[in-house]
């Protein structure tokens, strides 16, 4: 599918409206915004929307890219989620916090085939910390939002083979910390 579709879309059965929408479907399945896929979905958009922040999204998320954004000027972003809480645990018990670093075997969509060398497929990451310890804290709310952002090229000269990185970690090698109000100039000016 190459267009967005509005949530009014119905399904269908033997060519009749079954009154059962898109929406009804996305209430349903991605209601529970905590849930570690839909909370790194929802950081993905973040650091898209904060790109492009006068537009309505123009485009559909791609799944087979070996990244996850493209920034205006051509950067290729690989964004990552953490959170102190999760869906499953119980108030008062946090996460430790840590991202997922490792190289990848890139798809490409046109041949149909996989990379044949791991590596890590982008020039910038962007580190996004959902920071409430409270279940109540609502993913929507921006200001519980962190964003830390790091060139991919600090990664493989610091940590070449390590697959994954605890936050205190990674603010050892200096990423800068920003607010989405802030998020999308810098990535565009981050020098890599």
Sequence with gaps: MEHQLTGNEEFTLHGT??????MDFWRWAFSDLIDNTQRGIIAEFLVYSSLNPTACP???RENWLPF????????RIEVKSAAYIQAWTPENIFAQIRFDIGKKLAWDNANATSATVA????????FSLFT???KGGSLLNLDYWDFYILPTHVLDEKVPNQKSIALSSLLKLEPIKTDYAKLGSIIESIKL
Excluded: E, M, Q
Excluded at 68 to 75: A, K
């Design 68 to 75: 996850d954004v493209i920034s205006p000027s051509g950067r």
């Design 17 to 22: 409206s079954t009154r059962i929408t898109v």
């Design 132 to 134: 409430a310890k409270t």
């Design 119 to 126: 590596k890590r497929n982008c020039d910038l990451y962007v």
């Design 58 to 60: 123009t485009h559909i």
